[in-house]
């Protein structure tokens, strides 16, 4: 450790254990069949002149056909985490953990895989869609081609065939008149139809989980509201699976079943929806909620915002992350990292003050 109180991965797990869950319950204790399971995932980036930890000691799961909100401000580790599940950080990421997947009930650990391995199920049981659908696609091919690609990548069929399972796909994102679209080039789609036709790309597999990373931050409000009733519809119809990342609490309240909470690389809460939004237990979560614009918010009044900013993540307090940004800090939230423990069945909070459970 150095004086700022920066810390290596490693001196970080041996100082918090390499589960900072308490003996007991589980974080995955009431989801009846959990398809996608996080331990202690942790990922460190190699930097000047200390590691970077994007992602630290992470464990939640998704149960079958459930909807996952992962929320946290611009730079606390949301897409590193998706990209960890995925296999597709870059070499010199250093992950930690295990990422458990039971795609037809057969759990397996994503980070054991070989590539080909993961080649496959990324696309056909995975499948993930960004933020900005103009840098994932090919600008100078037909978009209906592009799905077709994605159907050809996993099943053995004639370009004809690919065709038209690329079109039905277009057509159950509620793409107008999809025959005629598939031909278009992605420049001469709207932000929210290039959007729809990313989402088609990624369900014409009919995968178990959708990781969906801020799909709707680039699009205008309006058109917003539409893709998050289309990712809604497509559950229902499909029985999806989903991790919905977010910075925004209002867009993730529209589509996740339980939510989780990110602050600096660290988990800081999970529960259910009612239990974020009803009764927050982090005073991060509580502040991510003051600062939420709701309809009730007067406008002569402005937003509350949090004090303070996030940690370099390159120097990582000994205790909460949040600490130093807290109102309600003790001394014990600076020791150490206080523990994630149960408030209520399924409702977790990583805070000493306010869930007295955290700090044993
Ligand atoms: P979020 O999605 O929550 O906004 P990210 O997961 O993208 O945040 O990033 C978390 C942290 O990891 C940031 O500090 C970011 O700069 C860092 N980071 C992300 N990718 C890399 C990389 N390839 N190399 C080094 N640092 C990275
Ligand atoms: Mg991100």
């Not at 091919?141 to 990548?153: D, H, I, L």
């Amino acid at each position: 450790m150095d004086v700022n109180g920066g810390f290596t991965l490693s001196e970080y797990i041996l100082r918090n254990g390499p589960n900072s869950q308490p003996c007991g319950r589980h974080w995955a204790d009431n989801i009846e069949a959990v398809l996608l399971e996080l331990k202690n995932l942790s990922v460190e980036f190699p930097a000047s002149p200390r590691p970077l930890l994007a992602v630290r000691d992470i464990s939640f799961a998704i149960g079958k056909g459930e909807v996952l909100g992962l929320v946290g401000e611009s730079g606390s580790g949301k897409s590193v985490t998706s990209l960890a599940i995925m296999r597709l950080l870059p070499p010199q990421a250093i992950v930690r953990g295990e990422v458990r997947f039971a795609s037809n009930n057969a759990p397996q650990n994503l980070l054991s895989l070989s590539p080909e391995q993961m080649r496959l199920l990324r696309g056909s049981r995975i499948s993930m869609i960004f933020q900005e659908p103009m840098t994932a696609l090919n600008p100078v091919m037909r978009v209906g081609e592009q799905v077709a690609e994605a159907v050809r990548a996993h099943n053995r069929i004639s370009k004809r065939e690919s065709l038209e399972r690329a079109i039905e796909s277009l057509r159950e994102v509620a793409i107008p008149d999809p025959e005629r679209r598939a031909r278009d080039y992605p420049h001469q789609l709207s932000g929210g139809m290039r959007q729809r036709v990313m989402i088609a790309m990624a369900i014409v597999n009919r995968p178990e989980l959708l990781i969906a990373d801020e799909p709707t931050t680039a699009l205008d409000v309006t058109i917003q509201a539409q893709i998050l009733d289309l990712l809604a519809d497509l559950r229902q119809k499909f029985g999806l699976t989903m991790l919905f990342i977010s910075h925004d609490l209002a867009v993730v309240s529209k589509v996740a079943d339980r939510v989780a909470v990110m602050y600096a690389g660290s988990l800081i809460e999970l529960g259910s929806k009612e239990d974020i939004f009803r009764a927050p237990a982090h005073p991060y979560t509580r502040g991510l909620l003051k600062a939420a614009p709701t309809l009730k918010t007067e406008r002569d009044h402005p937003l509350r915002t949090i004090e303070g900013t996030v940690p370099s993540l390159q120097s990582v307090p000994a205790g909460c992350a949040f600490e130093p940004r807290c109102e309600l800090s003790i001394a014990a939230c600076a020791a150490s990292l206080p523990a994630l423990a149960e408030i209520s069945p399924g409702h977790w909070a990583r805070c000493p003050v306010t869930n007295p459970a955290a700090a044993l």
